[in-house]
C-alpha cells in the first residue's frame, strides 16, 4: 500500500530555534497534503493544506509566519516552526493523498526546551 | 460546523468480549466517514472507511461499522477484542465538498484487561 514518511520522528530543540519536519510520499505523487498537531490527550487539528506549487491554505487561528509549509515537489512538503516555543511541543502528523484515499505519516513529535 | 462526537473518552472491555466504540457527527454535506487507530507514540492507521453504498463496512483486524444515517452514527464494533487491539481510536469525517479535510473526534482510549 502506500506509505507516507515523516522525518524527524523526534526533535528536542532549544527555545527560540527553527524546526523542520519532512512529510514524503514514497510511492505515489500528492499534490495535496494536509498537516495535523495532535496535543496530549487530543485529537488531531488540521493545522493548513499544502498544496504542491502554491501557498498554503491555513485553517483560523493558525500562524502563518509561525508554521512554514513548503511543498515543492509532487512528494515532499515541509513543515518548518519557526521560533519554536515551548506550547509548540507536540506531535505533528502529516497525510497525503493518493489513489483516492488519504494516508497519514508516522508522526514527529517535537520538543522545545 | 462540522463536528465530530465520540462520547467515551475510555473504554475498558475483557478479552474476548466485543467491543462498540461510538460516534456521531455533525455534517453539512454528504459525509466520508473513518475510523483510524493510533498505538502510543505512533502515527495513524486506518482501520476502515464509508463512502457510499452497503452501510456495514468491514475493515481490517476484524473491524466493522455500520453508517446510520438517520442517527448521524458510524459506530465501530468487533466481536472479540484481543489484548493487541489496545490503542485509541479516532472517528473521522470528510467531504469533497470541504476539500476532503478530515474532522476528528476527540478519540476513545481503549484499554483490554487479561
Known amino acids: 500500500g502506500a506509505v507516507v514518511s515523516q522525518h524527524p520522528s523526534w526533535v528536542i530543540c532549544k527555545s527560540g530555534t527553527s524546526v523542520k519536519i519532512e512529510c514524503r510520499s514514497l510511492?505515489?505523487?500528492?499534490?495535496?497534503m494536509f498537516w495535523y498537531r495532535q496535543f496530549p490527550k487530543q485529537s488531531l487539528m488540521l493545522m493548513a493544506t499544502s498544496n504542491e506549487g502554491s501557498k498554503a491554505t491555513y485553517e483560523q487561528g493558525v500562524e502563518k509566519d509561525k508554521f512554514l509549509i513548503n511543498h515543492a515537489s509532487l512528494t515532499l512538503s515541509t513543515l518548518t516552526v519557526t521560533s519554536a516555543h515551548p506550547e509548540d511541543s507536540s506531535f505533528y502528523i502529516c497525510?497525503?493523498?493518493?489513489?483516492?484515499?488519504?494516508?497519514f505519516g508516522e508522526g514527529s513529535r517535537l520538543t522545545v526546551l | 460546523a462540522q463536528s465530530v462526537t465520540q462520547p467515551d473518552i475510555h473504554i475498558t472491555v475483557s478479552e474476548g468480549a466485543s467491543l462498540e466504540l461510538r460516534c456521531n457527527y455533525s455534517?453539512?454535506?454528504?459525509?466520508?466517514l473513518f475510523w483510524y487507530v493510533q498505538s502510543p507514540g505512533q502515527g495513524l492507521q486506518l482501520l476502515l472507511k464509508?463512502?457510499?453504498?452497503?452501510?456495514l463496512v468491514q475493515g481490517i483486524k476484524g473491524f466493522e461499522a455500520e453508517f446510520k444515517r438517520s442517527q448521524s452514527s458510524f459506530n465501530l464494533r468487533k466481536p472479540s477484542v484481543h489484548w493487541s487491539d489496545a490503542a485509541e481510536y479516532f472517528c473521522?469525517?470528510?467531504?469533497?465538498?470541504?476539500?476532503?479535510?478530515?474532522?476528528f473526534g476527540a478519540g476513545t482510549i481503549l484499554r483490554v484487561k487479561s
Open positions: 464509508y463512502f457510499s453504498g452497503d452501510t
Open positions: 455534517y453539512g454535506a454528504t459525509p466520508y
Open positions: 497525510s497525503a493523498k493518493g489513489n483516492g484515499e488519504l494516508f
Open positions: 473521522a469525517v470528510g467531504a469533497r465538498e470541504y476539500g476532503n479535510k478530515l474532522v
Open positions: 510511492d505515489f505523487q500528492a499534490t495535496t
